[in-house]
């Protein structure tokens, strides 16, 4: 037997050849160990090749805006702008409400002021006042407090009533007084007032306290009031008990004193 018969015929290797491996979602392709055979890459100076239907990019080339997209951009950056100054425009009202409400609280403090050490000043006088070059109404009114019988030790009430209305006696015995300022703004454009007031200070006073003693000016007072008290009746003196004018220096006639 000769040394070709005694060997024995081998299988064919694969060796050269391509190997395809599937898989469920990708299919690889392996080159066997040893194997001379060499990978080619695209030749990148060659024309490419587009399928048919489809243009080829141009390099350089960008994509424009459609005219939907302008509109959109246009309608956003006009909303953002409004936003911004009605935000601008809200500070701004804001802020000038503030002072306006500042000066109409000095005008009601400088008011009440007043009103406490001379409340004859105010007498007559216009309920108009200007204050950093803006205009303002005020409301004057004082009440007297009453004080109401309560049983037993413990806090008094007081109830409010209109000064004006109330007896000589019962001034004098209450004593407490309560002024109440409300304060408006007029408008500009039409000169008109009224609404909600901006301002409104009450204070609780004694108006004998600022006489200090003076028994003169508590006679001026006194008589301030009877005149009052007078032309609230209608400027009719009070009768006595018998009908005819009672005497000067009896009680409900007159005191004899005259006001300076």
């Keep these: 037997m000769t040394a070709a018969t005694r060997t024995r015929a081998r299988p064919a290797t694969t060796s050269g050849l391509i190997q395809t491996v599937s898989c469920p979602d990708l299919r690889v392709l392996l080159i066997?160990?040893?194997?001379?055979?060499?990978?080619?890459?695209?030749?990148?100076?060659?024309?490419?090749?587009?399928?048919?239907?489809?243009r080829a990019p141009i390099c350089g080339r960008q994509a424009g805006l459609t005219l939907l997209e302008v509109v959109i951009s246009l309608v956003l950056l006009g909303m953002l702008s409004s936003m911004v100054f009605g935000a601008i425009s809200f500070m701004q009202s804001a802020a000038d409400y503030q002072l306006r409400r500042l000066d109409a609280v000095e005008v009601a403090h400088?008011?009440?002021?007043?009103?406490?050490?001379?409340?004859?000043?105010?007498?007559?006088q216009p309920r108009r006042v200007e204050q950093n070059g803006?205009?303002?109404?005020?409301?004057?009114?004082?009440?007297?407090?009453?004080?109401?019988?309560?049983?037993?030790?413990g806090p008094t009430r007081r109830t409010a009533q209109r000064s004006d209305q109330s007896e000589l006696t019962?001034?004098?015995?209450?004593k407490l007084h309560q002024v109440t300022v409300d304060v408006y703004a007029e408008d500009e454009k039409t000169g008109k007032w009224g609404g909600e007031p901006l301002a409104t200070i009450v204070r609780v006073f004694?108006?004998?306290?600022?006489?200090?003693g003076d028994d003169e000016a508590v006679l001026r007072w006194i008589l301030s009031k009877l005149n009052e008290?007078?032309?609230?009746?209608?400027?009719?003196?009070?009768?006595?008990?018998?009908?005819?004018?009672?005497p000067q220096?009896?009680?409900?006639?007159?005191?004899?004193?005259?006001?300076?």
């Design 32 to 54: 066997p160990h040893g194997s001379d055979m060499k990978r080619r890459r695209p030749n990148s100076a060659g024309p490419s090749r587009v399928p048919r239907g489809r």
């Design 110 to 124: 400088r008011v009440v002021m007043q009103h406490i050490d001379n409340r004859e000043l105010l007498r007559g």
């Design 134 to 153: 803006r205009v303002f109404h005020f409301e004057l009114r004082e009440e007297l407090l009453v004080q109401e019988e309560s049983e037993g030790e």
């Design 170 to 174: 019962e001034i004098l015995s209450q």
């Design 206 to 212: 004694d108006p004998t306290v600022n006489l200090n």
């Design 229 to 246: 008290e007078k032309e609230r009746r209608g400027g009719a003196s009070a009768p006595s008990g018998s009908g005819a004018p009672a």
């Design 249 to 260: 220096g009896s009680p409900g006639g007159n005191t004899g004193v005259r006001p300076r």
